[in-house]
């Protein structure tokens, strides 16, 4: 069994920055893939961003590409997602997700395995 645990989610304005952190513990991996994804109000989740095993191939969606980055310490068990330039539209649930595998669809939702709890990010115009 896995466990992720997001965090960092808040109430940002517009123009600000903010990171998120995902931390995943259980079951161990020797190559796995890590994203996050997001749930506007009353949308679908969308893809945001994704990172193979080794952070060698980094994935963003149009919209975020950019302002967003992601990144991942495999010591700490933990995926990052730097967000700057925050807009509105950005406002989410947002979730990461692990994929035991090394690299490869990674945009995808159904090649993750496992995922988080969701935090919210607000921003406001």
């Known amino acids: 069994q896995v466990q992720l645990v997001e965090s960092g989610g808040r109430l940002v304005q517009a123009g600000d920055s903010l990171r998120l952190s995902c931390a995943h513990s259980g079951r161990t991996f020797s190559r796995y893939s890590e994203g996050w994804f997001r749930q506007p109000p009353g949308k679908e989740r969308e893809f945001v961003a994704a990172?193979?095993?080794?952070?060698?191939?980094?994935y963003y969606a149009d919209s975020v590409k950019g302002r967003f980055t992601i990144s991942r310490d495999n010591a700490k068990n933990t995926v990052y997602l730097q967000m700057n330039s925050l807009k509105p539209e950005d406002t989410a649930v947002y979730y990461c997700?692990?994929?035991?595998?090394?690299?490869?669809?990674?945009?995808?939702?159904?090649?993750?395995?496992?995922w988080g709890q969701g935090t919210q990010v607000t921003v406001s115009s």
């Open positions: 997700a692990l994929a035991s595998r090394s690299s490869g669809y990674l945009t995808s939702k159904t090649v993750y395995d496992y």
């Open positions: 990172i193979s095993w080794n952070g060698g191939d980094l």
